[in-house]
């Protein structure tokens, strides 16, 4: 609707709609300023002097009709969709009379080719089918399935979401007990960014038909997916899959969710949100690129990559161990400055076995006899450590490379040093440079591999 201070006259509706009935609507907002404001703190203007009441008040809202409408042949909606908009003109009537406000009205530029009223109603959630991923609450909820602040991380994600969950009411009428709604969920305070995966666009059971809206998704976690930036970035998903299928000439279940990750990286789509990095940000497909691999930074409150802070050797192990995809192997404790309980014990120790397994000194000092002795593991008391590494220091871009050569002959991967010349008189890199030397050791071995 819209407010206009004088000229009013000309969009008081005359006469009330089909069916009218005062007992439906009620309205009691404060008068408004007559140099603009707002009714109260509950209807405000935006542009132009426009405005939506939004469920503010009783009225603005009808629950008669609601599944009717998305149950029925679309031949059949027409009396259903004619009682909506005559539910919404009668809100409007009670406004400019009962309501004493006949200022407001609606916006005459607006569906001008339909009596400035929209043709259809706004549906909010309709029929979603079954797919081969179902998003759920734990999904959307930071809180549910782990400790936060995010929810858990979707490495398949085609895009990002942060809006809370919002459910409507199933009744008119409060419970008496409680005073609330049956049906009725306002999340916000604690919602946070989320994921979409692939597989909620991919239907059971059938193949090359890709959907954008109703994907798969309980009710509430479709209360905090169904807006239109969410839609946006499904749509764009959808049309990657399909135009790498064409190309490919093979099913839509054939494509890698990596190739589709891959073109939206190329195209500044974010696939997980972090608020320190923008789509402009140098080394942006490197650190999304990563962080779908898993790695997110340690206590991670405030949904940051810290790309600027330098990147420590804890971190870097890490990220090594999750972009070369190692799996965990733990034999012992071989480092005389990591505990068992550090977080990253788990990626030094792998990387440990990884190297020790091929003959391989990825760190000084490795084959020491008291370490590698073969009866070592009898020894009635623990052997000692020799192995030294200050997690918290950070890395030399020299270190890092020479790091992930020696990695990457072990592991049977290519590796050209040259290729990473820029970094090998860094004295130390950043958490973002990090991101963008192992995602270009990955795309160096995926281009040999082609």
């Given at each position: 609707m819209r407010y206009r201070a004088a000229g009013y006259e000309d969009h008081l509706l005359k006469t009330p709609p089909k069916g009218y009935?005062?007992?439906?609507?009620?309205?009691?907002?404060?008068?408004?300023?007559?140099?603009?404001?707002?009714?109260?703190?509950?209807?405000?203007?935006?542009?132009?002097?426009?405005?939506?009441?939004?469920?503010?008040?009783?009225?603005?809202?009808?629950?008669?009709?609601?599944?009717?409408?998305?149950?029925?042949?679309?031949?059949?909606?027409?009396?259903?969709?004619?009682?909506?908009?005559?539910?919404?003109?009668?809100?409007?009537?009670?406004?400019?009379?009962?309501?004493?406000?006949p200022q407001l009205g609606l916006s005459e530029d607006e569906f001008a080719d339909n009596n400035n009223m929209p043709r259809s109603p706004y549906v909010r959630e309709g029929r979603r089918f079954r797919g081969r991923v179902r998003l759920t609450e734990n999904d959307v909820s930071a809180y549910l399935a782990g400790p936060g602040p995010r929810p858990p991380l979707r490495k398949d994600s085609i895009a990002i979401g942060d809006w809370g969950v919002e459910s409507r009411r199933c009744r008119d009428e409060p419970n008496p007990m409680t005073n609330t709604y049956d049906g009725s969920m306002f999340i916000r305070t604690l919602r946070a960014p989320y994921q979409v995966p692939f597989g909620c666009l991919l239907p059971e059971g059938l193949d090359n038909l890709l959907v954008t809206t109703t994907i798969s998704a309980t009710h509430v976690a479709f209360c905090a997916l169904r807006v239109e930036a969410v839609w946006a970035q499904t749509g764009a998903a959808a049309g990657i899959a399909a135009s790498l299928a064409i190309r490919q000439g093979s099913e839509i279940s054939d494509i890698a969710v990596e190739s589709i990750q891959d073109s939206m990286l190329q195209q500044n789509y974010k696939l997980t949100y972090f608020s320190d990095v923008h789509s402009e940000h140098p080394h942006f497909r490197g650190i999304q690129w990563l962080a779908l691999k898993g790695c997110l930074p340690e206590g991670d409150t405030g949904y940051c990559f810290f790309p600027e802070n330098s990147a420590t050797w804890g971190e870097f192990l890490e990220a090594v161990v999750k972009a070369f995809e190692l799996p965990v192997s733990v034999t012992g404790i071989h480092f005389d400055t990591i505990e068992s309980t550090d977080h990253v014990f788990r990626y030094a120790e792998t990387l440990y076995d990884t190297a020790s397994r091929k003959g391989v000194a990825l760190f000084d000092n490795m084959f020491h006899p008291s370490i590698d002795h073969p009866a070592d593991h009898l020894l009635p008391e623990p052997r000692q450590r020799w192995l030294t590494l200050r997690t918290e220091a950070a890395v030399s871009g020299g270190a890092a490379v020479r790091f992930l050569a020696l990695l990457s002959s072990i592991v049977g991967r290519d590796f050209a040093t040259d290729d990473f010349a820029p970094y090998l008189q860094k004295a130390h890199i950043t958490r973002a440079e990090m991101a963008d030397l192992l995602f270009s050791c990955a795309s160096n071995l995926n281009t040999a591999q082609s």
């Open positions: 009935d005062a007992s439906l609507y009620s309205w009691a907002p404060r008068t408004l300023p007559e140099q603009g404001g707002a009714f109260g703190t509950e209807l405000q203007p935006s542009m132009l002097g426009k405005m939506l009441t939004n469920q503010r008040y009783f009225g603005d809202d009808r629950l008669k009709g609601n599944r009717d409408y998305i149950l029925s042949h679309p031949r059949e909606r027409t009396e259903i969709r004619k009682d909506f908009m005559n539910h919404s003109l009668g809100f409007l009537y009670f406004i400019q009379t009962d309501g004493g406000m």
